[in-house]
């Protein structure tokens, strides 16, 4: 989530909360961190707060934020407030949520402080099931190697619906969005194998036809999320 401040950037991830519209495990790593017990160190304070982990997985952990040996062993509260912020991400990945919630993760950290954030969070998604919601001012900093999905519009202004895709998909985008499912139907049908988001239709729409054809369907509504539930046990996939 990127804007300029007072925009609502963070409003709105307190807001998703605040309607406890998570519905998966989440971790939320604020711009103010407090913890209960600044007195004691930075392992203890994890170990506490993931008492399933053995401690040598807490320090091992620990290392990847620039919290190696002895300096896993400082009090909470002789921390500047990068390390701090440093301390939350690495509490916040640890327990291996579905869902991270990270309003301006790096806005205290030096240059070193965010490559380990970077190569942290690179690691949490190459292993676990996780999405991240980020609110950054310096986005380069973390979207330099990220998939681009490419939205084409209808015929994409007389363009063609085909050709632009393709155009896209040779120009480094990995994902399109098609938002009309027949419109992406129609794309998979000319060739275009690449994955395909798309999200209006209306009820009774074939989506059978559409799960097998590999589309990713998004349900903006219950009734279109049962349709899409239906069309999977049709066709035995997901």
Known sequence: LVGPNGSGKSTLIADVIAREAVVVPYALVPQQITFPDPTVSIAKHLARTHPDISTQEVRAHLARFLFRGARADRALAELSGGELQRVA???????????????????????????????????????????????????????????????????????????????????????????????????????????????????GADLAAAVRADLTLSAGAPWALAEIAAAARATDRT
């Not at 949520?97 to 030096?110: F, K, Q, V």
């Not at 985008?173 to 027949?182: F, N, R």
């Open 89 to 203: 991400l690495a509490g916040a990945v640890l327990g291996e949520p579905r869902l991270l919630l990270l309003d301006e993760p790096t806005s205290m950290l030096d240059a070193d402080g965010i490559d380990g954030v970077r190569d942290v969070l690179r690691l949490a998604h190459g292993r676990t099931d996780l999405t991240t919601v980020l609110v950054e001012h310096r986005l380069d900093e973390f979207a330099g190697d990220a998939a681009v999905m490419a939205v084409v519009k209808g015929d994409a202004y007389g363009h063609g619906l085909v050709p632009v895709a393709e155009a896209a998909l040779a120009g480094g985008a990995t994902h399109l969005a098609i938002a009309q499912l027949g419109e992406a139907l129609a794309a998979r049908a000319a060739g275009v194998t690449a994955p395909i988001l798309t999200w209006l239709f209306p009820p």
